[in-house]
Structures are given as C-alpha cells and as structure tokens.
C-alpha cells in the first residue's frame, strides 16, 4: 500500500495538478443569484429564492366579496392555513395568459400555485408554468430593454438568459411591499 | 440554550407564582391577623427573595426583604397590618411585579431604580410603625412611580399563543385530510363498476362458447380467466377493509389530537381574573367601601380568547358592584347587616354555554329611579313608564348615555358602563342579563359561548362559492316559489310567519356573479325577527362545524366577512357576518341598486348591457336614469364618486355615465380612478356635466373620460347615440 502511494507521479499528472492550484480563482464566480424562474401569460419572470415559500399544485381559490376588483384577492388553503391568493399579473400589469396556455402540449396542465413570503406574511399566486429554480452569475446579467413593458419596469431589476428565455428578475422585497400596499 | 437562560426564565416563573401569592394573601388579609396568613406571606417574600438573590436581581432582593420585615413585625405584634398598611405593602407587590420583569443583572433604568429606593424605604417605615394615613399623601407620587415604572420594564410576550394558533389549524388540516382518505376509499364506485363490466363479459363468452364447439382447452382458459377474475375482485375487497380499517384508526387519532388541541386553548376561569380580588379592594378603598371577592368556579375552563376578551367588561361589572350596589359600611351596620360587602364572580358550563355571573349583596338597583329617569329622558312618558315591568326597567340601563348618577366618579356615572358591557358581549357571541336576586343586591348573567374558534354554521353556495352563516344567526331556511315574491316600490319581500321579509339576492349583496336561479328560490333568513333579511342563494349545502380563522390583517377589514374556515373536503370558505350583510342590504337598496328575484327577472338583467349612472341631483340622475332605461339597458345610481367607485369595484358595468361636480369624490377623481385601474380601464366614461366651457372638457378628457356631453345637451339623442356607438345595443 504505502508502496503505492510512494510511486512517483508521471509528467502528464503532474502538470493536470500543477495547473489545477495554480490556476487564479475567479472571485466573480461565487457572486451567484438564485431565483424561481416562473411564467405570467407571455412574461417569463424570476423572483429570489429567498422571497418564496413554496411551489405547490393549484389549489381552489376562494374569493374574497367586494374584492373582485383587479388583483383578484381570494384565499387558498396552504399547509392548514388560509393565505391571501391575488393576481400578481395584474398587479405586474402584465395581460393575463388566455386560459388555454393553462395545458402545455402533451396536455398536461402547467400551472402552479407559488407562495411567496416576508415578515409580513405569506401571499400566493399561480403563475401559468414554472420552470425552477435557477442559479447564475451575477456578471450574466443584463440591463432591461427599454421595449420592457412600462408597468414592469418598476419592479423588474434586471434580465437573465435562462434556456431560450430572457427572464426578468423581480426585486423580491419591493413586489412584497406593492402587495401589501394593493391589499388594504 | 445556555443554562443562565434557563435559570433567567425558571426566575420569571417562581417570582410570578411568589407575587401571586403576596397579592392574593394581602388582599384576602382579615383582621385581626391570623398567624397562618401572615405564615403564608412571610414565606412568599421570604422564597421570593431567596430566588432574586440566586440570578443577582438586587432591587427584587431589598424590595422583597423589606416586606418580609413588615411580615415579622406583624407578627411580632409591633405593627398591625390595618388598610392603610397593606395598601403600602401592596404597592411593593406592585413594584416588584415591574422589576420582575427587568432582565436579572441587566441595565437598570435610572427612574425604575430610584422608584426601588422609594419603595424600600417607604416599606422600611411601614416596617417600623409608621402612620398610615400621614403616608397616605406620599404615597400618590410613588404610586404613580411604581405605575410608570411598571410601563418602563419591557414585558415579556406571551409565548407559545401562536404555536398553539399554528397546532390547531395544522390538526384541522389533517383531520380534513384523513376523511377524504375514507371517502377515498368509500367511492370505489368505478372499480365495482369495472369489475361488473368483467364479469359480464366473461359471462357472454360462456354463453357465446357454449353455442359453440370449442376445445376443452379453450374451455379451460375461459374457467381460468373466470376464477382469476373473481379472486382479484376479492383481494381487492379484503385490501379496501384494510386501508378502510387503517384510515380509520388514523381518523380516530387525529380527532383526538385535534379535540386535545382545541382543548389546550382551554383555561381555567380563575387565570383570566386573577386581578379581580386587587382590583375590587382598590376601588372599595378609593370609595370608602367594605367589599370582598368571592370567586366561585375559579378551575372552569374558558376559551382563552372569550376569557380575554371578557376581562374588561367583568372588570367593569366589579367596579359597578362596589360603586352602586355597596353601601358605606356605616349604611350596612346600621341596618344590621354585615358592613363588609360581598360580590360574587362565578363561573360554570350550562346548556352548552358559559355562564359568567356577578352578584353584589348591597342595595340593589331602585326601580323607581330608573323609571324616574326614564321619563326625565323623555324615553317615554310618565304613563307608559308606571306601566313598565322590571325587566322592561333593566333594559334601559344598557342604553347609552343612561346613568342614575348626577356627578361624574372617577369610577363610574358617566354612563359608558352597561352599554360598553354589552358591545363587548355582544361582539362575541353572548348576551348580559341583570336581575334583582329576591335576596336583595343585583346580579348579572353574562351567556357567553364556550369557544371563539368552533362555530356550527349553514353552508350555502352564493356566486359559485361556498359561504357559511353561523346557525346562531339563521333564523328559518325555506324555498320560496318566485310567484310568492311581492314587490313594493322596486323592494322585494314576501310573508314569513305575517311579516314581510325584506329579500336580497346573495350574489349581488356579496358582489359576486350571478348564476342562473330556478322557479324556486332558496331563501336563508338571518337576524333578528325585528329586521329579518331573506338571502336568496343558489344552493344549500348543508350544516358543518367550523374552525374559525381570522383573514390575514393585510385584508383589513373585509365588508360582510367574519372570517374564514376549511370545509370537511379542504376547500376554503368565507364565514359570513351577519350584521354587516344587513347594513349593506340596506345600502344597496338606499342606492336602487337592488335587482329582482322575482317572475321573469332571471336572464333578462343579466343579458342586459349594464349602465352605471352617477350624480349627486336626484333629478338628473333619475331623468338619465329613465332615458337610458327606456332604451332597454340596465341602469343603477350612484350618488357621488366614492359611492361609484364602491360599485364599480363590486359589480360589471359596460358603461358609466357621470356629472363631475358631486361631494366625496367627484367626476374628474372617478374618471382618474377607473382609467388607472387594470380592469375598469376599458369601461368607457361618458361625462355630463353643466360646465361647457373648453377648459372644462379638456379636463375631463384629459383624464381620461372618452365623452363629454354638456347637461343642455343630453335631453335629446346625443346621449343615447353616444351610449349606443360605445357599447352597442343594449342586449
């Protein structure tokens, strides 16, 4: 054993090993984001991990009465609680999805019940598909367009490529606080 | 957690328990002194010192010492502990609930310490024989010291309430999931159905076979998939006994787990009212009365929200005892009764409530006084008055404003007492009752219900959704058949029992859409027999048991909405609050915005274009109300911005027609409002306004309304053409 281990290491080794340690390590790489990568109707959006609870099957939605104004307030019922379910496209001003992009082609429906949450408590949305969680670099990501509808400019902080879609990073704190503000 | 933690909360604990002690033995304290009691005392300060010494709390030590020395001396006989004394040595009680609170060998506040020196050195005195009512004067600024100081100390929160919150709904939510199990199980209907489907199909071979000359092998195969078939069917079944006998024995043990968690909300009677004996002997204190408490029932459990909710107005009722029943303890002993009074706080279950009474031995409530004030009020006349029984009488004392009192007291004769009592009753469910025991005094019943968080309710589909009225405020359900339904002046109502039942339609008094409703109407009738309202829903689904939770405090306040609960197959539903419906029946109705239940009215409102009318002139908007109408479009009003906006939110509407000059809210704001909304964007709004100058319409289409008519204008067509080119004919 220790007679193996006293072998001389060859050249090829050697240099692969050399190289290895002596490479300068990027700092950059370990600036990483990640985020739940999700879709409203035609957006593709991503809020940080951080701002979401849990992403579920959908779940009846019950209603709130005089609130069926355009967020849509109801309640759905999430681990034995009732929390707040509201529209977060309308909210994002974003066009709801016709109903049939509800079911991908193989038929199978996509939609999720996410829930996101923060000190001042939980608030659930379905978006029409959820991809999951990405992680990238913060380097790969770019400034909006300015084609980048106007309603969500405010929320959005930046685009990141994710497969074939440019996906744009909600700021998770200040999507919370528009709720809580869209809710009273 | 680290053991000086621990030993932090071990502290809290024992000096609760110790404090406790001192309080209620000071309270309770008769004179003379048995040697017993103040045995008791002595050891509590004596434990309670020993307790601060371990974590280091310095001023818990000296303020406990300094009682535990006016203890022996009591004992000793140097000092008797009158009244004014055990008001000092409460007062030390007082400040050592404040420092208990103070984190031991923490930061001290300047001002809390020096109220600890005060409060030594005036117990020292105490200790020494000084003079009570020569004190009694230095002892107000000390007292407000030790008070302030009490709100200085930051108060350790109530731990483990919302862990208990989080218990229970997590316990509903498996119970609910544990049925559906069972009904899982039990609606195997389609498996029987496919099995049957087998067998008749092996049976047709056999009898198609058996037409047929078929070899014995093939005879066989058939036997063989015939038996195969038959002990799968019975396996099946043997499994569906076994899941059906586990989901049981799952179901059995969660129901208990819930029902030990429901139960652990429980408190005993006593925890809720523990301030009461103290609080009585201040206010006899304050006003020269003699009064003890007599606590009955103390280990009666309560549901800690009723009892907390209950606190304030059994506080109330206390001081109310002492204040107008007690008599000065000359009075008392002059008639030959005991000058030290009684009031009685007892508790027990009966009839599946909570029966809470307060009972005083003292003069009782002069009936000819509140007749004599009745009348002063001019809430009747003289007449009417003499005529009035006793219960009749005790009605008014739960008035607002109704006080037998002629000057004000720092405890009471400002009239905000039974009314206040009352409310606060009322908001949870119970009732007050007062009545003259034939042994003199008065006594109140308060009827309260066991638990806030269990309510039995009808469940209804209104709109499409579920909605659950609790049974206690439903007051009949029936089918009343469309030709039954009268109509005056545009309300609709029909005869329960000889009255007229006002009728409103669920989904419209709820804002939700409307569903088709067949010839006869399911009416649930709530409230009271004095206003009872008849909601016509589409569905009645049936009675459940509720556990309610309260809406996220994000929502606010929610119009017609008590609260929100699972239904046994986990579907959310909204509690209604029977109340607020009738107010907002009554606004709709005040509004003209109620639609019909009655013959022929289905279909038609609801195919029709719907037009809202806005303006703050009864005159104009009736006038456009009938133009607009003639043309055969729904019409309904509103009499100003805000009212619209309410609207708007809560119902469709193809159109808005609106002046812009209206109180609250006016045209320009709601023309603001609607175009920034996502969803009313679209909604065209036409204004009418008699202000036709340039400036004026630019202002209005600036933000954002699609016409403006002038009001000269909108008597001829202009108005109808503008309203038909925007949305098109009115069906």
Redesign the interface.
Same mark, same amino acid.
């Given at each position: 054993m220790s007679a193996w281990l006293d072998l001389p290491l060859d050249a090829d080794t050697l240099d692969a090993a050399t190289a290895h340690y002596a490479a300068v390590r990027d700092d950059r790489r370990r600036a990483t984001s990640s985020i739940l990568v999700f879709r409203l109707g035609a957006e593709w959006l991503g809020l940080p991990t951080s701002s979401f609870d849990r992403v579920g099957e959908p779940r *009846?939605?019950?209603?709130? *009465?005089?609130? @069926?104004? $355009?967020l849509a307030?109801g309640? !759905? &019922?999430v @681990? =034995?609680?009732?929390?707040?379910h509201l529209s977060l496209a309308?909210l994002l @001003?974003i066009a709801a999805a016709p109903t049939v992009a509800a079911a991908d082609r193989a038929g199978i429906a996509m939609a999720r019940l996410v829930v996101l949450a923060d000190a001042?408590?939980r608030v659930a949305f379905t978006a029409d598909e959820v991809l999951g969680v990405h992680e990238f670099d913060v380097a790969q990501l770019r400034p909006l367009p300015s084609t980048l509808a106007r309603s969500l400019v405010s929320y959005t902080s930046a685009l990141v490529q994710v497969g074939a879609h440019p996906v744009g990073v909600l700021d998770g704190p200040r999507v919370m606080t528009a709720v809580?503000a869209a /809710?009273? | 957690m680290s053991p000086e933690v621990s030993l932090a909360e071990l502290f809290r604990t024992e000096a609760r328990e110790q404090i406790a002690k001192l309080s209620d033995g000071l309270v309770s304290l008769e004179e003379p002194t048995t040697p017993a009691a103040l045995e008791e005392l002595m050891r509590a300060a004596h434990s309670l010192k020993g307790a601060a010494r371990i974590v280091g709390h310095e001023q818990m030590v000296r303020v406990a010492h300094e009682l535990e020395e006016c203890f022996v001396a009591a004992q000793a006989g140097t000092i008797r502990l009158t009244a004014g004394r055990v008001d000092m040595l409460l007062l030390g009680v007082d400040a050592l609930t404040s420092l208990a609170a103070i984190e031991p060998g923490g930061e001290v506040d300047e001002a809390v310490a020096n109220m600890a020196d005060e409060v030594v050195a005036a117990l020292r005195e105490t200790a020494r024989g000084a003079g009570s009512v020569a004190r009694a004067s230095g002892r107000v600024p000390l007292q407000r010291a030790v008070a302030s100081a009490g709100r200085l100390v930051p108060h350790a929160s109530q731990g483990g309430t919302d862990n208990t919150e989080r218990l229970l709904?997590?316990a =509903? #939510?498996?119970l609910v999931a544990s049925r559906g199990v069972l009904a899982q199980v039990g609606s195997d209907a389609a498996v029987r159905r496919a099995e049957r489907e087998l067998e008749r199909c092996i049976g047709e071979m056999r009898s198609v076979f058996a037409g047929l000359l078929v070899s014995e092998e093939a005879q066989r195969a058939i036997a063989a998939v015939e038996l195969a078939s038959a002990a799968s069917t019975q396996r099946r079944r043997e499994r569906v006994v076994a899941i059906e006998g586990a989901g049981q024995r799952v179901t059995d043990v969660i129901t208990q787990l819930y029902e030990r968690v429901l139960d652990a909300r429980m408190r005993p009677f006593g925890e809720g009212v523990a301030g009461m004996p103290r609080m009585l002997r201040d206010t006899a204190r304050e006003l020269g009365r003699d009064a003890r408490l007599v606590l009955v029932g103390e280990g009666t459990p309560v549901d800690r929200e009723v009892l907390r909710r209950i606190e304030a107005p059994l506080g109330h009722l206390v001081r109310n005892a002492v204040d107008h029943g007690i008599e000065a303890p000359a009075i008392r002993a002059a008639q030959g009764r005991p000058s030290s009074g009684t009031v009685r706080l007892e508790a027990r279950h009966g009839g599946g409530r909570l029966l809470v009474t307060v009972e005083d031995d003292g003069r009782g409530i002069d009936l000819e006084a509140v007749r004599a004030r009745v009348v002063r009020r001019g809430l009747t006349d003289a007449h009417a008055a003499a005529d009035m029984s006793e219960q009749e009488l005790f009605h008014f004392l739960f008035l607002p404003g109704f006080t037998l009192r002629d000057e004000v007291t720092a405890i009471s004769g400002r009239g905000v007492g039974l009314d206040a009592v009352q409310t606060a009753v009322r908001e949870i469910g119970g009732d007050v009752r007062v009545s003259a025991p034939a042994t003199g005094g008065t006594r109140f019943e308060l009827q309260l219900p066991l638990t806030l968080s269990v309510v039995w309710a009808l469940v209804v589909e209104i709109g499409g #959704?579920?909605f659950a009225i609790p049974l206690a405020r439903v007051h009949r359900v029936l089918r009343v058949d469309r030709a039954e339904i009268a109509s005056v002046e545009g309300r609709e109502h029909f005869t329960l029992d000889d009255r007229p039942v006002g009728l409103v339609l669920g989904h419209q008094l709820?804002?939700?859409p409307a569903r088709d409703q067949e010839d006869a109407a399911a009416v649930v009738v709530v409230g009271e027999p004095e206003w009872a309202l008849g909601i016509v829903v589409d569905r009645l689904i049936g009675e459940q048991e509720l556990v309610l939770?309260g809406?996220?405090?994000? /929502?606010?306040k !929610?119009?017609?909405?008590g609260g929100?609960a699972?239904l046994a197959d986990?579907? &959310?539903?909204?509690v209604l609050d029977v109340d607020d419906l009738q107010r907002t029946a009554t606004m709709l109705a005040a509004g003209g915005r109620l639609d019909a239940v009655g013959p022929g009215a289905s279909g038609r409102a609801a195919a029709r274009k719907r037009v809202l009318v806005v303006d703050d002139s009864l005159t104009v908007r009736e006038l456009e109300r009938k133009m607009i109408e003639g043309q055969g479009y729904a019409v309904d009003v509103a009499v100003d911005g805000m009212d619209a906006w309410?609207a708007l939110?809560?119902g469709a509407y193809d159109l808005v027609v609106t002046d812009v000059d209206m109180p609250r809210m006016d045209g320009i704001e709601l023309v603001t409002r609607i175009k920034g909304? $996502?969803?009313?964007r679209a909604v065209p709004v036409m204004i009418v306004s008699y202000k036709d100058r340039d400036e004026d319409r630019r202002r209005g289409l600036d933000a954002g309304a699609d016409f403006y008519l002038t009001k000269g204008s909108f008597y001829d067509e202009t108005m109808l053409r503008a309203i038909e080119d925007f949305i098109g004919m009115p069906t």
């Amino acid at each position: 054993m220790s007679a193996w281990l006293d072998l001389p290491l060859d050249a090829d080794t050697l240099d692969a090993a050399t190289a290895h340690y002596a490479a300068v390590r990027d700092d950059r790489r370990r600036a990483t984001s990640s985020i739940l990568v999700f879709r409203l109707g035609a957006e593709w959006l991503g809020l940080p991990t951080s701002s979401f609870d849990r992403v579920g099957e959908p779940r *009846p939605v019950h209603s709130l *009465p005089h609130r @069926g104004g $355009a967020l849509a307030a109801g309640l !759905v &019922p999430v @681990g =034995g609680d009732l929390v707040i379910h509201l529209s977060l496209a309308s909210l994002l @001003g974003i066009a709801a999805a016709p109903t049939v992009a509800a079911a991908d082609r193989a038929g199978i429906a996509m939609a999720r019940l996410v829930v996101l949450a923060d000190a001042a408590g939980r608030v659930a949305f379905t978006a029409d598909e959820v991809l999951g969680v990405h992680e990238f670099d913060v380097a790969q990501l770019r400034p909006l367009p300015s084609t980048l509808a106007r309603s969500l400019v405010s929320y959005t902080s930046a685009l990141v490529q994710v497969g074939a879609h440019p996906v744009g990073v909600l700021d998770g704190p200040r999507v919370m606080t528009a709720v809580s503000a869209a /809710l009273a | 957690m680290s053991p000086e933690v621990s030993l932090a909360e071990l502290f809290r604990t024992e000096a609760r328990e110790q404090i406790a002690k001192l309080s209620d033995g000071l309270v309770s304290l008769e004179e003379p002194t048995t040697p017993a009691a103040l045995e008791e005392l002595m050891r509590a300060a004596h434990s309670l010192k020993g307790a601060a010494r371990i974590v280091g709390h310095e001023q818990m030590v000296r303020v406990a010492h300094e009682l535990e020395e006016c203890f022996v001396a009591a004992q000793a006989g140097t000092i008797r502990l009158t009244a004014g004394r055990v008001d000092m040595l409460l007062l030390g009680v007082d400040a050592l609930t404040s420092l208990a609170a103070i984190e031991p060998g923490g930061e001290v506040d300047e001002a809390v310490a020096n109220m600890a020196d005060e409060v030594v050195a005036a117990l020292r005195e105490t200790a020494r024989g000084a003079g009570s009512v020569a004190r009694a004067s230095g002892r107000v600024p000390l007292q407000r010291a030790v008070a302030s100081a009490g709100r200085l100390v930051p108060h350790a929160s109530q731990g483990g309430t919302d862990n208990t919150e989080r218990l229970l709904t997590l316990a =509903g #939510e498996a119970l609910v999931a544990s049925r559906g199990v069972l009904a899982q199980v039990g609606s195997d209907a389609a498996v029987r159905r496919a099995e049957r489907e087998l067998e008749r199909c092996i049976g047709e071979m056999r009898s198609v076979f058996a037409g047929l000359l078929v070899s014995e092998e093939a005879q066989r195969a058939i036997a063989a998939v015939e038996l195969a078939s038959a002990a799968s069917t019975q396996r099946r079944r043997e499994r569906v006994v076994a899941i059906e006998g586990a989901g049981q024995r799952v179901t059995d043990v969660i129901t208990q787990l819930y029902e030990r968690v429901l139960d652990a909300r429980m408190r005993p009677f006593g925890e809720g009212v523990a301030g009461m004996p103290r609080m009585l002997r201040d206010t006899a204190r304050e006003l020269g009365r003699d009064a003890r408490l007599v606590l009955v029932g103390e280990g009666t459990p309560v549901d800690r929200e009723v009892l907390r909710r209950i606190e304030a107005p059994l506080g109330h009722l206390v001081r109310n005892a002492v204040d107008h029943g007690i008599e000065a303890p000359a009075i008392r002993a002059a008639q030959g009764r005991p000058s030290s009074g009684t009031v009685r706080l007892e508790a027990r279950h009966g009839g599946g409530r909570l029966l809470v009474t307060v009972e005083d031995d003292g003069r009782g409530i002069d009936l000819e006084a509140v007749r004599a004030r009745v009348v002063r009020r001019g809430l009747t006349d003289a007449h009417a008055a003499a005529d009035m029984s006793e219960q009749e009488l005790f009605h008014f004392l739960f008035l607002p404003g109704f006080t037998l009192r002629d000057e004000v007291t720092a405890i009471s004769g400002r009239g905000v007492g039974l009314d206040a009592v009352q409310t606060a009753v009322r908001e949870i469910g119970g009732d007050v009752r007062v009545s003259a025991p034939a042994t003199g005094g008065t006594r109140f019943e308060l009827q309260l219900p066991l638990t806030l968080s269990v309510v039995w309710a009808l469940v209804v589909e209104i709109g499409g #959704e579920s909605f659950a009225i609790p049974l206690a405020r439903v007051h009949r359900v029936l089918r009343v058949d469309r030709a039954e339904i009268a109509s005056v002046e545009g309300r609709e109502h029909f005869t329960l029992d000889d009255r007229p039942v006002g009728l409103v339609l669920g989904h419209q008094l709820l804002g939700m859409p409307a569903r088709d409703q067949e010839d006869a109407a399911a009416v649930v009738v709530v409230g009271e027999p004095e206003w009872a309202l008849g909601i016509v829903v589409d569905r009645l689904i049936g009675e459940q048991e509720l556990v309610l939770r309260g809406l996220d405090a994000r /929502l606010g306040k !929610v119009q017609d909405v008590g609260g929100a609960a699972l239904l046994a197959d986990g579907s &959310p539903t909204l509690v209604l609050d029977v109340d607020d419906l009738q107010r907002t029946a009554t606004m709709l109705a005040a509004g003209g915005r109620l639609d019909a239940v009655g013959p022929g009215a289905s279909g038609r409102a609801a195919a029709r274009k719907r037009v809202l009318v806005v303006d703050d002139s009864l005159t104009v908007r009736e006038l456009e109300r009938k133009m607009i109408e003639g043309q055969g479009y729904a019409v309904d009003v509103a009499v100003d911005g805000m009212d619209a906006w309410n609207a708007l939110r809560a119902g469709a509407y193809d159109l808005v027609v609106t002046d812009v000059d209206m109180p609250r809210m006016d045209g320009i704001e709601l023309v603001t409002r609607i175009k920034g909304d $996502a969803t009313l964007r679209a909604v065209p709004v036409m204004i009418v306004s008699y202000k036709d100058r340039d400036e004026d319409r630019r202002r209005g289409l600036d933000a954002g309304a699609d016409f403006y008519l002038t009001k000269g204008s909108f008597y001829d067509e202009t108005m109808l053409r503008a309203i038909e080119d925007f949305i098109g004919m009115p069906t």
